[in-house]
């Protein structure tokens, strides 16, 4: 019986947190102290986000990897996005890893897709460091946040040996970690000298043969299609007889033309792959994320990657509007079905379906935020398309209808508790739990249906004036919990196409929250503003002052248009109803009916009337 043994000179350490709890800028001063830079290299912050999407939001979207040496170990550091609507990049950047920092808000403590993330983590079996960051934050709480973080692991079901994790505190904007709060606050170093004392190296058995499982795909306009993934077993050069497994099983030659290994944020050839080691294959064009890559004399196939089930679904369909073609290239139907095609290539938590109208695709991911940067991603692609209402996908168990259902956590101040308990509860959401300590905000949890949510984080942000903090995660699938208004207000939509007038506007400024400002293009069936009440309007945007030769007594009053909030993408994903849809290009987001016609929604909705009365 063959035994395991593990390759010393390698570490492969994911790095998970929080939205905003610095694990970007902790990675970049691992960077600078490893010795990647050169001491007069001029170096971008946040280096590992790559994705202009990344740094506009401040977030990381994508997993991604680098090296660094320390010592005579070299460390593969994996970025992991810290939003659960990424958990697809999650699950594949812990496939790759044997331990995790997690990286903790000193004064925030951990949250909720901190929770997701370390979930993932202590489910794969990995060892844990935890780190708490901005220790000099004035409100900074160590001691509190370190005793939350054992309550978290104890309450994810930990292990005693899980349970038993070393605590460094660090602060990642000044590049410096200690092992108590009294150390000196030198350097990294004792980070850098935890990571390799305690994160194991990769596990192999030396007796079987080459097997890669791949986890993630990457693009070069040189090489192709990049497969990347870590080596379970055995090594292997680009010259060898490989072949790779897909879903269905069946073994197809994989013609390696490079082989490569991170070192830093670059890529260097590989003259062999060891075991454990992050490797990059390029050359093999269909191979697919959780295929197995292994000898063509001993084909065994790995577990493929698993990830969890989608729970929100959005109809892409061609730009039908009057005023489509005018600033996007890719407007075609075939063009939208690649580019979402490619998208599943690259991202397991992303599926796409054919929908029986045609010209139109049923794309499921984990999440609205997950879609909408799909959605500005292709965008900035030059594409043009209609999406409709992100929709949450009901499961049915015999007779009985079940809906995703989040866990959701609220912080805000103590005087805004009613109103947010009232909001949540008329989306059929039930409080679990209530924590006031006294300091003036309080922390709620609740449990709401997923569809609940859609469309209310704006309203939230509203009601607590701009101060609440609001995260959820998916807790499973619960009985269906009944019916409930997704919006208490209707829209204004012209009745004809032209350019919006000051005048009209100013005089429909009454009837709701305008969208568009003068000389704006409307059309037939845009929606151009929302109605303060609960019932849709055909109005006139276009309609001007009619002029005489009589002269004014006194003079014409000056419009004073009231400004208008910039449409943005989720906004406009969270207003629209199920018969709307966003029209995205890349200069406009606009939102209209699905039917444009006045003339034939009317009739719609006469016999529906009809049909229920």
């Given amino acids: ?63 991604k990897n680098c090296a660094v040496t320390w010592g005579d170990t070299k460390i593969n550091i994996i970025d992991t996005p810290g939003h659960a609507d990424f958990g697809g990049e999650v699950e594949r950047a812990l496939s790759m890893a044997d331990g995790a920092v997690l990286l903790v808000d000193s004064s925030e403590g951990p949250l909720p897709q901190t929770r ?19 220790i000099d934050r004035k409100d900074a709480r160590v001691q509190e946040v370190l005793n939350e973080v054992y309550d978290l692991f104890i309450d994810l079901d930990a292990t005693e040996e899980q349970l038993e994790f070393p605590v460094l505190y660090a602060i990642g904007r000044d590049g410096v970690a200690m092992r108590s709060l009294d150390d000196p606050r030198e350097s990294l170093a004792p980070l850098f000298e ?14 079987e043969p080459f097997q890669m499982l791949v986890a993630d795909l990457d693009y070069s306009d040189y090489l192709g299609r990049l497969g990347v993934g870590r080596v379970r077993h ?32 670059q890529l260097r050839d590989l003259d062999v792959a060891q075991p454990g080691e992050i490797v990059v294959l390029a050359g093999i064009e269909d191979i697919t994320i959780g295929d197995t890559i292994c000898t063509r004399d001993a084909q065994r196939v790995l577990p493929r990657i698993r990830v969890d089930e989608p729970t929100v679904a959005m109809r892409f369909t061609i730009n039908t509007s009057p005023l489509a073609g005018r600033e996007g290239k ?59 209402r992100p929709e949450v996908i009901f499961h049915r168990e015999g007779d009985q209808l079940l809906e995703p259902v989040e866990h959701l956590y609220v912080d805000c101040d103590e005087g805004f508790m009613g109103v947010v308990t009232e909001k ?59 019916d409930f208004p997704s919006r208490f207000t209707g829209s204004i939509v012209s009745d004809r196409a032209g350019n919006a007038v000051a005048y009209a506007l100013f005089n429909l400024e009454p009837r709701g929250e305008m969208f568009v400002v003068p000389g704006n293009p409307v059309y037939e069936g845009m929606i151009v503003g929302e109605h303060n009440r609960d019932n849709d309007i055909d109005v006139n945007p276009t309609k001007e002052k009619k002029l005489t030769n009589m002269r004014a007594s006194g003079k014409d009053e000056n419009v004073i248009l009231t400004p208008v909030r910039p449409m943005t993408l989720e906004r406009a994903l969270r207003f629209v109803r199920e018969d709307e849809l966003v029209e995205v290009t890349p200069q406009s987001i606009r939102l209209r009916k699905a039917e444009l016609s006045a003339q034939k929604r009317y009739q719609a909705g006469a016999a529906k009337k009809k049909a229920s009365a």
């Fill in 1 to 63: 019986m063959s035994t395991f043994v593990r390759n010393d000179r390698l570490r492969n350490v994911a790095i998970i947190a929080h939205v905003d709890h610095g694990k970007t800028t902790l990675v970049d001063a691992l960077f600078r102290q490893s010795g990647v830079f050169r001491a007069d290299q001029q170096v971008d912050d946040r280096v590992m986000d790559r994705m202009d999407l990344e740094r506009e939001r401040g977030i990381t979207i994508a997993a």
């Fill in 330 to 388: 890719n407007v075609q139907s075939r063009k939208i079905r690649d580019r979402l095609m490619k998208e599943t290539l690259r991202n397991v938590a992303v599926r796409v379906d054919e929908a029986e109208e045609k010209d139109s695709f049923i794309v499921k991911g984990r999440g609205e935020f997950q879609m909408a940067i799909l959605i500005e991603t292709m965008r900035r692609e030059d594409f043009e398309l209609c999406v409709g």
């Fill in 116 to 134: 997701f993330v370390l979930r993932k983590t202590l489910e794969a079996g990995l060892k844990v460091i935890v780190v708490i960051n901005k």
């Fill in 424 to 482: 949540i509860t008329q989306r059929k959401g039930r409080m679990l739990n209530c924590v006031n300590n006294g300091t003036g905000r309080v922390r709620l949890e609740y449990s709401v249906p997923s569809r609940g949510l859609i469309g209310y984080r704006d309203e939230f942000l509203t009601d607590t004036k701009g101060t609440g903090i609001m995260n959820s995660l998916l807790s499973g699938y619960e009985p269906y919990r009944g």
């Fill in 194 to 207: 935890t990571l390799v004392s305690v994160i194991p190296g990769p596990e192999y058995d030396p007796e």
């Fill in 234 to 265: 055995g090594s292997a050069t680009a010259k060898d007889a490989l072949v790779y497994i897909g879903p269905d099983g069946t073994a197809r030659s994989a013609r390696v033309t490079r082989m490569q290994a991170y070192e830093g944020l």
